[in-house]
């Protein structure tokens, strides 16, 4: 019963703040507070400045922070990015420059042109100045060490079916009871394939996993240096054996869907996941003709101690019945679909498997711990979906014991997943029963095309939205649901990781029907840097809390993630246009006005 000590390791240390319960959440309906106000402060409401209108037309006052040679340079990375030929072959023409020029002048190179427009510098060090830079100009700082593995695709593949294949499954001719979504599978061990925005992890050993969660310290040590007000990321899959994430989001998925299943019994289907309720008196009769256990024992798991005394059950609930506290947690069974026959939820580890299940939770443990010391505020980053669910729960379990006072962990919600609406309203509820503080980032998502050709090629459903249109809407829906919370609650806070300008002037229009203010610093906006100042500048200097990725490390070590930021680039063509186009707009204005060499001050 390895997994359900999974929970009950993270929980060991876990305050219970309050019992989950049916009963109905109290009201969001509170009147919004006025736009001149600080939200919250009762009688003692001080009067707020007016907040700047936002303008991302303005070319001089969006690159009012850089010299014009940067702008040259901005043009010229970007507009190389936008040339398919070259980005077809842009690994051979890096090798065949280093091998013209030699090892000395391809690092000059690299230094004036993509490594100078995408990464800060090569250590904590030679960063301190565009940091001091930026912040000068209203633009914080996530700190990234971006050098990656530069794996073979064979190298990446052997690692990765060595990593995600269990012991047993090896002993059975690797043979897998889990569902197919969540084994690994040869022609998608390579996880860099068709990801141009995220770095990826490949486990190896143990010492590997502690040398990045190093890494990830020394991030969180700097960040919590450069400002006081400071974010870092991590993956969890730096951290420890994939293998434990695979089993762990199958547990969860299939429980999940046991949950669907016996609403579908009840004639409840097509809703939302927070409007679905199941009748706990059908449910104890539907477990009892199951066999798992006597009716008596089916009577204790479903007390109002645990449950609430609404005689209904939600999803909350039904999660919870997961972990140690319950004695329903020994005989949880699921049907198999495929084989009609009840099998056992949770399977077993061996000793070494619980070993380096034991470390990635240590590893965890450990960077929220610094991060609380440093004060910098951790966000976990979302990975692919067969991933996902174990990484959004253990995300959870860290934001229980370390958002007591505010939100310190940050779980990261992909807007292009089918499920992300109901992933943040079931995650933003338990938060307000629980009472711990709601921090989320939310994303688009980085592996749109390999998990579209993973479900393709090996038989599952799609679980991305059908359209972009799709993607943009459910990014709004999401997002709306966050602010509206954020007016009644003080304490949760969003990190809008977007480069997308609709996206973002939704944000500020919505802020202000709220009375959202900047200086309450609860909306918090994320690019990556050398990509879209238009936005991140005007941001700052109107006193939005914004932020850029901060890449640095040596030059050679990361060429890999220089690729993905060119084909990123590529990628989001209309966006990287209009960036052009202001960038030649400010550079002629400074050329007509004489102010070619003009320094920022």
């Not at 876990?14 to 969001?28: D, E, V």
């Not at 073979?152 to 990765?160: F, I």
């Not at 059908?282 to 005689?311: H, N, P, Y």
Request: glycine content about 6%.
């Amino acid at each position: 019963m390895a997994l359900r000590r999974i929970l009950a390791a993270v929980r060991s240390r876990t305050p219970r703040l309050a019992p989950l319960s049916t009963a109905a959440p109290k009201t969001r309906e509170q009147p919004a507070a006025g736009r001149g106000a600080v939200r919250g402060r009762g009688a003692a409401e001080a009067v707020r400045p007016p907040v700047p209108a936002v303008e991302f037309d303005n070319a001089q006052e969006a690159y009012r922070s850089r010299r014009s040679w940067e702008l040259v340079r901005s043009l010229l990375v970007l507009r190389l990015c936008a040339s398919p030929a070259l980005l077809a072959h842009h690994e051979q023409l890096l090798h065949f420059t280093r091998r013209l020029l030699g090892q000395r002048l391809f690092d000059r190179l690299m230094k004036m042109t993509f490594y100078g427009q995408f990464v800060a510098g090569e250590d904590q060090e030679s960063i301190q100045p565009l940091i001091q830079h930026n912040r000068a100009f209203g633009v914080g700082s996530i700190l990234d060490y971006g050098v990656e593995e530069d794996l073979s695709q064979e190298e990446a593949g052997h690692q990765e079916m060595e990593s995600c294949t269990s012991a047993a499954e090896r002993k059975d001719g690797g043979a897998s009871k889990r569902e197919k979504q969540y084994q690994a599978h040869q022609a998608f061990g390579d996880r860099r394939d068709g990801v141009v925005s995220a770095r990826t992890y490949f486990y190896a050993n143990e010492a590997k996993c502690d040398r990045h969660m190093e890494t990830f310290l020394r991030c969180i040590e700097a960040s919590g240096g450069a400002s006081d007000d400071g974010f870092s990321a991590i993956k969890l899959t730096a951290l420890g054996r994939p293998q434990f994430l695979l089993q762990f989001s199958d547990v969860l998925t299939k429980w999940r869907r046991f949950f669907h299943q016996m609403a579908a019994e009840q004639g409840k289907v097509g809703l939302n996941a927070m409007d679905t309720k199941l009748e706990v008196a059908a449910l104890q009769e539907s477990v009892a003709r199951m066999g798992i256990a006597s009716r008596k024992e089916i009577e204790d798991w479903f007390r109002a101690e645990t449950l609430g005394v609404s005689g209904t059950l939600d999803l909350l609930d039904w999660s919870g019945l997961i972990d140690s506290r319950t004695e329903l947690s020994k005989h949880l069974v699921v049907p198999n679909m495929q084989t009609g026959q009840l099998e056992p939820l949770l399977s077993g580890f061996t000793e070494e498997e619980e070993r380096q299940m034991r470390r990635m939770l240590q590893r965890m443990d450990v960077l929220a711990k610094k991060a609380t010391e440093a004060g910098v505020r951790l966000m976990v980053d979302a990975e692919q979906t067969y991933f996902q669910p174990a990484i959004s729960r253990l995300t959870l379990e860290m934001q229980r014991r370390f958002n007591v006072e505010k939100p310190l962990i940050f779980n990261t919600y992909q807007c292009y997943l089918r499920d992300a609406y109901d992933n943040v309203t079931l995650d933003l509820e338990l938060a307000r029963r629980e009472g711990w503080c709601f921090g989320a980032k939310l994303v688009r998502g980085a592996y749109m095309a390999q998990e579209r050709a993973r479900a393709a090629e090996i038989g599952y459903e799609d679980p991305i939205n059908p359209t972009y249109e799709a993607t943009n809407a459910m990014y709004h829906r999401c997002l709306n649901y966050v602010l509206e919370e954020l007016k009644n609650n003080g304490k949760a806070e969003v990190m809008v990781a977007s480069h997308n300008e609709d996206t973002v002037r939704f944000t500020l229009r919505r802020m202000e029907e709220l009375g959202l203010h900047p200086a309450d610093r609860q909306v918090y906006f994320g690019q990556l840097l050398g990509m879209c100042d238009q936005i991140s500048f005007p941001l700052g200097q109107a006193g939005f809390p914004v932020y850029k990725y901060v890449p640095y490390g040596p030059v050679m070590e990361v060429l890999p993630y220089l690729s993905r930021r060119a084909l990123e680039n590529n990628s989001v063509m209309k966006g990287a246009r209009r960036e052009r186009q202001l960038l030649w707009q400010e550079l002629k204005r400074r050329l007509y006005t004489g102010n070619l060499f003009y320094r920022p001050a």
